[in-house]
């Protein structure tokens, strides 16, 4: 098992910046695919951002391009997610995953692993 618990959400507005952190712990393994998503209140979770292993290879949904940064520490066992130039549309509960595989993914049925969720809140 996997435990995964996200830190960092919080309230900003439009413009703002905010970081994400995800610690990992249990049968942790730098092999993972670590991943975030967001969920936003009538929506579907949907994809973010993942970083496999080697943290070489990322991929990011269109929609935070060039915004946010995924990033991961092995040796720490952390994934961040750093955020700028946040706009309202960002506004959801992001969960931090992991899937026991070596390749990028943006389906959500490929990570086994997923945190609580933190709530992050972006005002216009």
């Known amino acids: 098992q996997v435990q995964l618990v996200e830190s960092g959400g919080g309230l900003v507005q439009a413009g703002g910046s905010l970081r994400l952190s995800c610690a990992a712990s249990?049968?942790?393994?730098?092999?993972?695919?670590m991943g975030w998503f967001r969920q936003a209140p009538g929506k579907e979770r949907e994809f973010v951002a993942a970083i496999l292993s080697r943290r070489i290879w990322t991929s990011y949904a269109d929609s935070v391009k060039g915004r946010f940064t995924i990033s991961r520490d092995n040796a720490e066992n952390t994934v961040v997610l750093q955020m700028n130039s946040l706009k309202p549309e960002d506004t959801a509960v992001y969960y931090c995953?992991?899937?026991?595989?070596?390749?990028?993914?943006?389906?959500?049925?490929?990570?086994?692993?997923w945190g609580q969720g933190t709530q992050v809140t972006v005002s216009s």
């Open positions: 249990g049968r942790t393994s730098d092999s993972y695919t």
């Open positions: 995953a992991a899937a026991q595989i070596t390749r990028l993914t943006m389906e959500v049925p490929a990570y086994e692993y």
